[in-house]
């Protein structure tokens, strides 16, 4: 009889090593990190320009005062989010399967679908939102459609569209051929294979990839500030004038990242998850 | 039933097929054997239309389905294929994968279909398993509902592609329990196997494919007992 089986509970020779080991690597991190900390709350205010710096950057009275106001420009960013989230995904999908479209007279939406792709991810964001929010309004169109929400919304989507188009065809090119073999063995045609078997499983292999830009798409609805809309980053603006004091962006940031960091581990969370299951 | 004349196939340089002749009557059971790259994949997979042949005729049903342009999509739904990898949709139950090709192809409702799956399944030994995952079976499982599969399309003919290769070997005897209940049936078959054993215990006719011809073909006691080619009798004492 051996020790393990008088004892089940007790740990072998090597859990106990591995236990020691973590403790140890703990307290060496822990100890590391609030060095590191405890240095940045000293030296930083020993920096010669720190008194200014922190009158016009993190002034409690202006914070305040301007943070409900940032909220609530907030909940437009929020809305732009919501209205473009899912036409981007429509238009994504659209986009990623006309450039795999075989039929040859379907031939200009893959040509159409092979361009807007290069295009758009070929262009810096805020110049097509500037092209888009000032160009087609500048036709002279009537109400409500010379309105910058709609076409800097349209800017957004033309652009997330081409990335999420791209990342939905590499998930189609990630499904083994085999798949599509057993399903048209089956007799089932192409458009069924694609929609029934291949695209529900390439759409769950790129969900973490695309949850990253679904993250990056909330940060740049703040770009469309530049073409009109009062949303959070340009209230900022508005305070920062107002009050001639920088807080109101701190607390803009402070916005965004209660949103986008949560949305950024959960992306994370995805990724592995899926890395383990790959395994 | 199935009228294959001089079969040509390359894949670039590759000379797979180099002139395959074979009939198979209504209700027989064909064994292709031979090394592996001898063709018996690509063959199988030629007839069900997935890799086209490049020259040749296959008759089916008194229509030659080797013709450039013809649409595959009706031939395949009556020739069914199983794959050595199972090849089940891996987002799907198993009943999802079965129930599929007939609710898109014949228009039958996941409701018409039920009762017949579960006795599909049942019979298969499988009725417990009808809504698990492929993931959450063994090999042979996964390979019995991929026959089950291709058998819901009711084929009048089925193609099996070294079916029992990937699996491990204990699992070998309940796939081919399936097959022997098939052929019992009267069900018309081509297999590609390794299966020595089961194909000489069932078969009606074996061909023995060296280089993408055959070679030499007969009934089990003609090719295992008194093979005439020099090369068959090689290939039968290296996997016998």
């Not at chain 1, 016009?56 to 005062?65: A, E, H, I, L, P």
């Not at chain 1, 200009?108 to 070929?122: C, H, Q, S």
């Not at chain 2, 002139?19 to 064994?31: P, R, S, W």
Request: proline residues 6%; charged residues 20%; aromatic residues 10%.
């Amino acid at each position: 009889m051996t020790k393990a089986d008088e004892n089940p509970a007790m740990p072998g020779r090597r859990a106990q090593y591995e236990a020691a080991l973590r403790r140890r690597s703990m307290w060496v991190a822990g100890v590391s990190t609030s060095l590191v900390f405890l240095a940045i709350l000293v030296l930083v205010p020993l920096a010669p320009g720190w008194e200014a710096v922190k009158k016009s950057f993190f002034n409690w009275g202006v914070f305040s005062k301007t943070f409900p106001g940032l909220l609530d420009a907030f909940l437009l960013d929020i809305a732009i989010f919501a209205w473009c989230a899912p036409l981007i995904a429509l238009l994504g999908l659209f986009v990623a399967i006309c450039r795999d479209i075989q039929k040859p007279a379907l031939y200009p939406l893959r040509l159409f679908a092979t361009v807007y792709t290069d295009v758009f991810r070929g262009l810096p964001v805020i110049l097509v939102i500037y092209l888009v929010g000032f160009g087609i309004p500048g036709l002279g169109l009537p109400r409500p459609w010379n309105s910058p929400y709609i076409w800097g919304s349209l800017a957004l989507i033309l652009v997330y569209a081409a990335y999420v188009a791209e990342v939905i065809r590499s998930g189609i090119g990630s499904i083994h051929k085999s798949q599509s073999s057993a399903a048209l063995s089956l007799g089932l045609s192409n458009a069924d294979t694609m929609r029934y078997v291949i695209l529900p499983q390439a759409l769950r292999n790129v969900l973490p990839a695309n949850m990253n830009l679904v993250v990056a798409l909330q940060k740049d609805v703040a770009l469309l500030s530049f073409v009109g809309p009062v949303e959070i980053f340009r209230q900022a603006g508005v305070y920062k004038s107002l009050y001639a004091n920088f807080t109101p962006y701190v607390g803009a940031a402070l916005i965004f990242l209660a949103i986008t960091i949560p949305m950024t581990r959960f992306a994370d969370h995805l990724m592995n998850k899926r890395r383990k299951q790959e395994q | 039933m199935l009228s294959l004349r001089n079969i040509q196939k390359s894949f670039g340089d590759h000379h797979v097929l180099r002139g395959i002749d074979l009939e198979v009557a209504k209700g027989e059971m064909v064994c292709l054997i031979g090394a592996s790259g001898s063709g018996k994949s690509t063959l199988l997979r030629a007839v069900n239309l997935l890799d086209p042949v490049d020259d040749g005729e296959i008759w089916f049903d008194g229509v030659d389905i080797a013709e450039p342009g013809l649409d595959p999509q009706p031939i395949r739904q009556r020739i069914g294929l199983v794959f050595q990898s199972f090849n089940l949709f891996p987002h799907m139950s198993a009943a999802e994968n079965v129930m599929l090709a007939p609710r898109r192809v014949k228009g039958l409702s996941r409701a018409a279909q039920r009762g017949r799956v579960e006795e599909l399944f049942d019979r298969f030994g499988l009725g417990h398993r009808i809504d698990h995952y492929p993931d959450q079976l063994s090999g042979g499982q996964q390979q019995r509902v991929a026959i089950i599969r291709a058998l819901a399309m009711q084929p009048d003919i089925l193609l099996f592609d070294e079916i029992t290769s990937a699996l491990d070997p204990e699992l070998v005897a309940e796939v081919l329990d399936v097959l022997r209940s098939l052929r019992a049936e009267g069900m018309t078959m081509i297999l590609a196997t390794h299966e020595m054993g089961f194909a000489r215990e069932l078969a009606d006719k074996v061909c023995f494919l060296e280089s993408g011809r055959i070679l030499e073909e007969g009934t089990p006691a003609q090719i295992f007992d008194a093979p005439r080619e020099e090369r068959t009798r090689q290939f039968l004492s290296q996997v016998l």
